[in-house]
């Protein structure tokens, strides 16, 4: 059975630094890897999605990378920002596989 | 306008009652789905429906029964409720589950058994 984790589960930074959250599968047999955020008391909300043929996406400030033979993928984050601050989330999905990780809670310090 | 909704947002109920909770969603996806968040914040599946159809149906008790009444539509009724059903309830869909599609969610009901 698929288990994921994520480490560091709680990480502090000061505004404007860059910093990874990472995120690690046991079996690289994966469709696709998202990345999630999740506010207090809200939903999830997608921010990226790696389909298992690629090695990265990138949207604004954020860039993810997958590497499924050692069933790892990272989430980059460019000059943090307060706004930033929320849990992220990681999960492996596709076929009948929807495993998240445990989460990492990010407080960006203004 | 809202993509994937829940009704309602908190419910606060007796053990030993019954309750549901619903979702819809408005994206036109073919797949809807039930997670299970715990006090802990971990997320887990309990169910997926595909064209109302049932593909995935984790150990969950027989007490939560899904329905499906529409593609549009998935919903999530628990009996006789237990302390240990308190938790955040997630409903998603996504237009194809089999690819792995983007899942998008709506923003939970919070079950409090007392």
């Known amino acids: 059975k698929q288990e994921v984790t994520q480490i560091p589960a709680a990480l502090s930074v000061p505004e404007g630094e860059n910093l990874v959250l990472n995120c690690s599968f046991t079996?690289?047999?994966?469709?696709?890897l998202q990345w999630f955020r999740q506010d207090p008391g809200k939903g999830l909300t997608s921010l990226l999605l790696?389909?298992?043929?690629?090695r990265e996406q990138t949207s604004g400030r954020l860039n993810a990378s997958l590497d499924k033979s050692s069933g790892r993928s990272t989430l980059y984050i460019a000059a943090s920002q307060p706004g930033d601050s929320a849990t992220y989330l990681c999960?492996?999905?596709?076929?009948?596989?929807?495993?998240f990780g445990t989460g990492t809670s990010l407080t960006v310090i203004p | 306008d809202t993509a994937v909704s829940q009704t309602p947002k908190y419910l606060v109920t007796q053990m030993g009652n019954d309750k549901s909770i619903k979702c819809e969603q408005n994206?036109?996806?073919?797949?809807m789905y039930w997670y299970k968040q715990d006090s802990k914040k971990f997320l887990k599946i309990m169910f997926s429906?595909?064209?109302?159809?049932?593909?995935i149906n984790e150990t969950v008790p027989n007490r939560f029964s899904p329905k499906s009444p529409d593609k549009a539509h998935l919903n999530l009724h628990i009996n006789s409720l237990e302390l240990g059903d308190s938790a955040v309830y997630f409903c998603?869909?996504?237009?194809?589950?089999?690819?792995?599609?983007?899942?998008?969610f709506g923003p939970g009901t919070r079950l409090t058994v007392l």
């Open positions: 994206l036109g996806h073919d797949t």
């Open positions: 790696i389909q298992s043929s690629q």
């Open positions: 079996d690289s047999a994966i469709y696709n």
């Open positions: 429906y595909n064209n109302k159809e049932l593909i």
């Open positions: 999960a492996v999905t596709g076929g009948n596989q929807f495993y």
């Open positions: 998603a869909s996504s237009q194809d589950y089999l690819r792995g599609d983007t899942q998008y």
